[in-house]
Every structure is written in C-alpha cells, then in structure tokens.
C-alpha cells in the first residue's frame, strides 16, 4: 500500500525567511501525482502545489516550489519570503491513476515576525 | 460559484444516534469523496464516487453510506454513532476532465460522538 510520510510535526520560520518542509512517499507504481496541501485555522484544505511523476522539472507556484527526487521517493515543498499567512499545517499527498488519494500526517508551520 | 459546501459545520451525537453529512458541489463534477481527519492526523478515504449512481469504498468504510442520487449531492450517513467517529469529515470534488487528479475540499464538518 501506498504510504506518505512527513517527518517533521512542527517547524518554525522567521517571517521574510525560507523553509522546506520534507514528505516521502511508498510506492510501486510509476505513473502518480504528488501535491501540497495547506491547512489554515478555518480547516479548508487548500491545494497549493502538484506535481506529475513523469516530469522533471520540478513544479514552482509564486513562492512556492517543490524539490522532486523520484528516485528517492521525496517530495519537499519550499517556502521562500515566508509570510504570516502561510502559518498553516501543510499535508502532502499521492495519488495514483486510481481514485484513490493518500496524506502524510501534516507538519504545522509557525511563521514568527 | 459557492464550489463545495457541507452542512452542518458542527454536531455533537450521542452513541447510537445516526446523522447525515449534506455535501453540495456546483461545478459539474463527476468524482465526489468524504475523508475523516483525526487529530494529529492526515485525511483517510471513507467513500468516494465517479458519477451519479455509482459510489464505491475507500480506506475506512466501516459505519458508513453514502448514496449519489445526483451529480451535486453526495450524502454521507453515519448509522449508530460510536465515539471511534468522533473527527472532523471533509467532503471533496473533482471534475472528469480536465485536472482530474485535483481536489476541491469543503470546509468540513466537527462531529463529536459522545
């Protein structure tokens, strides 16, 4: 089974700052999507970035950019300016070409000014 | 567009009781989905549905139903309630074409089972 890992409960930014957060993934298949969620205090779940396993090029949103090592099986999403609004939980997520989808248990950014 | 909306936001139950969660999309999706979010936790899979009439079982389908009678709605039913479904639901969409593989989450709904 597919499984999605994120190792660090809780990280810290100084506003203005950069941070990545890290998420690894299990899987055998290799057709697959992989995405960011943002999570803020209102409990929406917010897509903030994806990624499709078949590019190389890793996937970039504004401030918001990806660092994708298929081989490793590692997904990291970095934050660079941080700003107050980005303090959220932030859930990676996989997806096959099945309906099918599977988050990592969330990291909590906490954005200091 | 309101997008996907769930009703209620809050409900406390008492074991044994039953509910249904209301889950509205207005973008003409075809793929429907309910996740539970425990505390500390990531969403899991409980139901989800690739069209009218048809719905099908995710990671943790036990105690509940769904039904997809329209391509909008997308109820799901919690039969005697137990403390174990105490979280916090999230119903989702996405459309058939298109960016298939992105979800469109609700603002989910607190159920305490007490």
């Known amino acids: 089974a597919q499984t999605v890992t994120q190792s660090q409960p809780e990280m810290s930014v100084q506003e203005a700052e950069t941070v990545t957060l890290s998420c690894t993934y299990d899987t055998s298949e290799s057709d697959y999507y992989l995405f960011w969620y943002k999570q803020p205090p209102s409990r929406q779940m917010i897509l903030v970035i994806r990624?499709?396993?078949?590019?190389?090029q890793n996937a970039t949103e504004n401030r918001f950019s990806v660092n994708f090592q298929k081989a490793a099986k590692s997904f990291s999403l970095k934050i660079s300016d941080s700003q107050l609004g980005d303090a959220a939980m932030y859930f990676c997520?996989?997806?096959?070409?099945?309906?099918?989808?599977?988050f990592g248990a969330g990291t909590r950014l906490t954005v200091k000014p | 567009n309101a997008g996907v909306t769930q009703t209620p936001k809050f409900r406390i139950l008492k074991i044994g009781q039953s509910m249904t969660l209301q889950c509205t999309q207005d973008?003409?999706?075809?793929?429907m989905y309910w996740y539970r979010q425990d505390p500390g936790m990531g969403l899991k899979l409980i139901y989800y549905?690739?069209?009218?009439?048809?719905?099908d079982k995710g990671e943790v389908p036990n105690g509940y139903n769904v039904s997809r009678s329209t391509t909008e709605d997308f109820p799901l039913r919690l039969e005697l309630a137990a403390p174990s479904q105490t979280s916090v639901y999230f119903c989702?969409?996405?459309?058939?074409?298109?960016?298939?593989?992105?979800?469109?989450f609700g603002p989910g709904t607190r159920l305490t089972v007490t």
């Open positions: 990624q499709e396993a078949y590019k190389q």
């Open positions: 989702a969409s996405s459309p058939f074409e298109g960016r298939i593989d992105e979800q469109y």
């Open positions: 973008m003409n999706h075809n793929y």
């Open positions: 997520a996989y997806r096959s070409g099945a309906n099918d989808m599977r």
């Open positions: 549905s690739v069209g009218a009439g048809i719905t």
